[in-house]
Nanobody, 121 residues
Framework: QVQLVESGGDLVQAGGSLRLSCAAS????????MAWYRQAPGKQRELVAT???????NYRDSVKGRFTISRDNAKNTVYLQMNSLKPEDTAVYYC???????????????WGQGTQVTVSS
């Protein structure tokens, strides 16, 4: 059993910053790619940023230059540093990770419960 627990969401004014964290725990042999998604009210969930096991990163165009994804493999944790926040960044942010357990060694996709980020204008 694997759990992903996010933290760091909050209400912030436009132009402000937040740092999201997502810690994985449980039956973890290896973690491959990790990612952050977000879902605004009435909209589909969208990919925000990804980071591979060797820390190669990718971002959606609207957050490039403002958001930074990183990971601490020793802590099984992924972070999302969000700067220059805009009202359109308001959403529930979810982390996702591809994790292999000790027994099967197959990678499965796991999701966190989400953390709310609200940016006021």
């Amino acid at each position: 059993q694997v759990q992903l627990v996010e933290s760091g969401g909050d209400l912030v004014q436009a132009g402000g910053s937040l740092r999201l964290s997502c810690a994985a725990s449980g039956n973890i042999f290896s973690i491959n790619a990790m990612a952050w998604y977000r879902q605004a009210p009435g909209k589909q969930r969208e990919l925000v940023a990804t980071i591979t096991s060797d820390s190669s990163t990718n971002y959606r165009d609207s957050v490039k230059g403002r958001f930074t994804i990183s990971r601490d493999n020793a802590k099984n944790t992924v972070y999302l540093q969000m700067n220059s926040l805009k009202p359109e960044d308001t959403a529930v942010y979810y982390c996702n990770a591809q994790i292999a357990g000790y027994k099967s060694r197959d990678y499965y996709s796991y999701w966190g419960q989400g953390t709310q980020v609200t940016v006021s204008s």
